[in-house]
């Protein structure tokens, strides 16, 4: 057998528990919720396109008052493992539960903003806490 061939064989319980043992904190943190990310049926950040219709699914990592064009909004990056987007509620100056930890599902049309991708007003779900 070839080096090639072995090297292609999945990792054994062994290698996996050194794998887990030596990532950060950040990495099994990434590697967990995009677990997540396929238990809910979301798209993964990564892959969603310009004015797409999608459902994503992930932890806020932070939670902004950013008023734009003179009216309030809430803004939230939304991680998922795979790569963030922007979640952002027009008109709004809190809402209960949306905060930084809080893991979320989202539903809406993908846009772009200076450069990174933003979900405007969309529809969501808070994942309760025993979840997380």
């Not at 990495?27 to 994503?56: F, K, M, W, Y």
Request: with cysteine; proline share 5%; net charge positive.
């Amino acid at each position: 057998m070839s080096s090639e061939t072995s090297s292609a064989r999945p990792q054994g319980r062994l290698r996996r528990m050194f794998t887990k043992l030596s990532s950060s904190n950040e990495e099994l943190n990434a590697e967990q919720l995009r677990q997540d990310v396929e238990q809910t049926g979301a798209i993964p950040i990564v892959s969603c396109g310009d004015r797409q219709e999608v459902t994503v699914s992930g932890t806020l990592r932070a939670v902004t008052l950013r008023p734009r064009a003179g009216v309030p909004a809430l803004e939230a990056e939304l991680f998922d493992g795979t790569d963030a987007l922007d979640v952002v509620w027009l008109g709004r100056r809190s809402i209960v539960g949306i905060e930084p930890g809080r893991k979320l599902i989202a539903h809406g049309r993908i846009s772009h903003a200076r450069g990174r991708r933003v979900l405007f007003n969309p529809r969501y779900e808070l994942r309760p806490h025993g979840q997380e």
